[in-house]
């Protein structure tokens, strides 16, 4: 694949929220999968021989405004100053996304950029994207990651502090501008695909279903089974990995783990994520993990690791006798693809994207997290049987290996900008 194949040597990608950095430190506020994705993808666009620039937010004077990639000559973080001189949660950036879009469009020109495309990511970057792909009348595609609507609708709690908090009319008055308005749009799953429709009563010919890919040269099988038992972990342990936030189900994971200790003794959980340094919002997810493994007395059990740096990353997967994603509210769950990747075996919530990559039985399992004997039940399963446990892990490798690299996510995405270029 060339660039003479698709006549795309150029891509803009605009993804204004979170900590962009070129090796991204994931777990920070608003800094996770999505930031995986629109990395990787560009890299992955690049050895096409494409160049991509990443456009996000400047808001760290000691940042480089212009950082390239190691070992990726091609792709740059591009970063914007808009407001002030301080981070601005994604839930409270559409104040700031004007002033961005117009410095955006000043930077370009004053650097006699151009591009044949521009791609924007999440609600915020879809916004800019409209503006400056307007100004320079160029095609203008996005991808969701997440919608409002149905967010919304997987949230639990008092309906008026969810919107103070999370702003959902206005997110999803601004989603439906950008689905009415682009020239075309990919979600990750086709449950998204649905939701639009759904919650939005949106329905076109111009949205794709492109899945997130795996960096299967990182996250793969070791290389001896004894890699299994020679990291740092000794005991058998339970992973899960995630951003730390409200939505992602770890008070439901920790009443579910209370049963399964009651069960196997000699296994126990390990929780990881979140910033180097948290903030308000995560320290008040680990508060609440704290008080329910404190009121059942399972400090000998649970072990809450925090940021996991990328060099640790992988023995973590490779070294768990299964990974877990207990999330309500999942777009899609990168951390479980990773896991597969890894032949690790995987239980994930049923209530998201994965849904479309697990085959429950096969390669991994499907539960509702919200109910502590279903989930402890499919934990057991999987921890009570090795022969089970080893199957669903190489079906998942496989699943990965065929469907989810992130080469082959790249060819995906250049056939779809080609399909609606003209």
Known sequence: M?????????ISMISTHGYFDPVPQLGRTDTG????????????LSTSGISVDIYTRWFDRSARQIDPLSGYPDVRVIRIPAGPWEFIPKEEIYD?????????????????????????????????????????????FFTAHSLGAWKKEQMQGDPEEMEKKYRFRHRMAEE??????????SV????????????????SDNVTVISPGVDVHTFNLPELETEKTAGEQQNRYIFCLSRIDANKGHDLLLHAFDIVRKRISDVSLIIGGGSPDPQERELKVFSVMRKIIKQNKMDDRVQIIGYVPDNKLVGLYRQADLFVLPSIFEPFGMTALEAMACGTPVVASKFGGIRNVINTGKNGLLVDPSDAGEFADAITKLLSSKSLAEKLGIEGYHTIQKFFSWEAIAGKHLEFYDKFMS
């Open 2 to 10: 060339t660039e003479y194949d698709y006549g795309i040597n150029n």
């Open 33 to 44: 999968g999505q930031v995986v994705y629109v990395l990787e993808l560009a890299k992955a």
């Open 96 to 140: 700031v996304l004007p002033e961005l879009a117009g410095n955006m469009v000043a930077f370009i020109r004053q650097n006699n950029l151009a591009y044949d495309i521009y791609h924007g990511h999440y609600v915020d970057g879809g916004i800019v994207t409209l503006d400056v792909a307007g100004e320079f009348d160029k095609p203008s």
């Open 176 to 185: 439906r501008r950008i689905f009415e308005s682009v020239t075309a749009q």
């Open 188 to 203: 990750t799953t086709q449950l998204q695909k649905e939701k639009l429709h759904e919650l939005y009563d949106f329905k």
